[in-house]
């Protein structure tokens, strides 16, 4: 058959790893871009094969693309069982992304601009796009062939001569924050985003060629990273790191985590992961990793979660008393600072959680627990927490001009419950105008506490009947008709069902968790309901 004419777009077959190598064959690929010579003619291709995360992709020599693919080519290649490697992802990696966002992301993003990263000893293959300063990289210009990093400051340059003349003037050979972890020679360093602005945007440069949706380079003010090094007598030298919001409202204990890939697979993920949950023990709160996670950072939480409670439950099934083996999804939570909806979310996927007539139970058969923990892998790099040197940060929005109120320090009319007799009341006349209403942004402290409270416990108290409808068609509801019957803003409802974690996204359509020991528990945390607002009592016209 003629070579065809290929087009953006067009799906071929094309020499997967280059025809030299030992794994060289043929796999199905889409048309991303085409690279000319000067006299106009194609000379490469930039690939995304189709059986692999976009990491993969990348620009493939004319002579290693099948111009003659045929429909019965592709669907015979398609037709044959695939050997998934590491590369493989088996969930959406672009969850909670909508059409329009993901369109645009991978419009800006489809070119790598980056081949490999010079850092230290390693040269790295880079994954992924990452917006470089225009002083280093513009659309439009040649694909950088090497990048080179130096491995302290994080600064980096087109050539290896720059790199040279920066390393010869002289810099800090660690992370410019404190040490809050050491042992051996693992070190962990907090690094303040506000003060150490440039180190912070150099390191989140580095960690967007490696994560495909990373947008953290131009704002890292409002975060603390906490920076993995392994020590030698040369310095510290990054292994990985995580990101913690300084405020955040949805409690996360960590915003982005990354492995460097020349230190992956040496349990420096599990590391990070744990050392997160421990900073959240000190601070006495459950934390959840802020989501979607990537596609190598969900396999590595689900691997933890998964590890952890199973060994917990080894141990309490070996309690002697019958009475001790009993346990809750609470005092898991407080054992190992998870929250519920991790939890939950953990038993079910290991299918070891049950409901019978109202209550949860935990199979906790002991070749089910060894079978499922076989599969978690090792415990990656302990974590020592008596080695953690670390004091929680006080945070409010009170300025900085002012002086947080001691504890207890309400007024008295606070304390009798107007504060939600007030907000209730707003809500009244908004459900008379036929509107739905919201305060005006931004709250004070106080105000966004009064605010959280009153929205979780309407909230709550309507998914709970909704929950206990005897057909399960009533017990289907939209964010549009939590609205209508509370005259909440559906962005109101869908950020307070984010903070309790019992909102969850997939394949577009919004879900909500109104698992009964969920909606307790966190109708638990609300307080009462203040002095209540009768709406017969209210006479008024818009």
Same mark, same amino acid.
């Given at each position: ?50 059986? /692999? ?7 493939? $020599? ?147 060629? /490696? ?180 004091? $929680? ?122 698992? $009964? ?14 002095? $209540? ?10």
């Amino acid at each position: 058959a003629p070579a065809r004419e290929i087009k953006i777009g067009d799906h071929v077959l094309a020499m997967w790893r280059g025809a030299g190598e030992d794994k060289a064959e043929f796999r199905e690929c889409e048309i991303i871009e085409k690279r000319t010579d000067g006299d106009g003619k194609v000379e490469a291709y930039y690939v995304h094969w189709s059986d /692999f995360n976009r990491r993969c992709d990348s620009w493939v $020599p004319i002579a290693d693309v099948d111009l003659h693919t045929t429909k019965d080519k592709l669907r015979e290649v398609r037709d044959l069982k695939r050997n998934y490697d590491e590369f493989t992802h088996d969930h959406d990696e672009h969850e909670g992304m909508d059409d329009a966002a993901l369109k645009e992301h991978e419009l800006v993003t489809k070119i790598k601009n980056v081949n490999k990263i010079q850092i230290g000893q390693y040269l790295v293959e880079v994954w992924y796009y990452s917006p470089l300063p225009k002083s280093v990289w513009r659309s439009g210009d040649e694909v950088i062939d090497t990048l080179y990093f130096c491995e302290f400051t994080l600064n980096f340059y087109r050539t290896k001569e720059e790199l040279e003349r920066h390393q010869k003037k002289g810099c800090l050979r660690h992370p410019p924050g404190d040490e809050i972890y050491r042992n051996d020679k693992v070190s962990v360093f907090e690094v303040d985003g506000s003060r150490s602005k440039q180190w912070c945007q150099n390191l989140c440069y580095l960690a967007k060629m /490696f994560l495909d949706h990373k947008t953290l380079w131009y704002d890292t003010d409002s975060f603390f990273f906490y920076v993995i090094c392994e020590f030698d007598e040369q310095g510290y030298h990054v292994v990985g790191y995580f990101s913690k919001e300084k405020e955040s409202e949805e409690d996360y204990n960590l915003a982005c985590i990354l492995t460097l890939p020349q230190h992956q697979r040496k349990g420096y993920g599990k590391f990070i992961i744990s050392f997160s949950y421990a900073l959240s023990r000190i601070e006495q709160k459950l934390g959840s990793p802020e989501k979607p996670l990537s596609d190598l950072g969900k396999v590595s939480y689900e691997s933890f979660w998964a590890r952890r409670l199973l060994i917990m439950l080894q141990d309490i099934r070996q309690r002697k008393d019958p009475e001790d083996r009993m346990v809750s999804i609470q005092e898991l939570a407080e054992n190992t600072s998870f929250t519920l909806v991790d939890i939950h979310n953990t038993l079910n996927r290991l299918q070891i959680l049950r409901y019978m007539q109202g209550n949860w139970y935990i199979n906790v058969n002991p070749k089910i627990l060894e079978y499922h923990l076989a599969k978690c892998g090792g415990e990656g790099v302990p974590v020592d927490p008596s080695k953690i040197h670390w004091t $929680p940060h006080l945070t409010s929005d009170v300025g900085s001009g002012e002086a947080l109120p001691p504890p207890g320090a309400e007024s008295a009319a606070q304390r009798k419950g107007y504060g939600k007799f007030i907000i209730s009341f707003s809500y009244e006349l908004s459900k008379i105008e036929g509107k739905a209403g919201s305060p005006e942004k931004p709250l004070s402290d106080l105000g966004k506490e009064a605010y959280y409270s009153h929205w979780n416990r309407e909230l709550l108290h309507m998914l709970r009947k909704i929950g206990s409808r005897p057909n399960p068609d009533e017990r289907v509801v939209s964010l549009q008709q939590l609205s209508e019957m509370t005259s909440f803003k559906k962005d109101d409802i869908e950020a307070t069902l984010k903070r309790l974690q019992m909102i969850h996204y997939h394949k577009s359509q919004v879900y909500v968790n109104v698992n $009964p020991t969920l909606v307790n528990y966190h109708i638990s945390k609300c307080g009462g309901s203040g002095v $209540p607002v009768d709406p017969s009592k209210i006479h008024w016209t818009p």
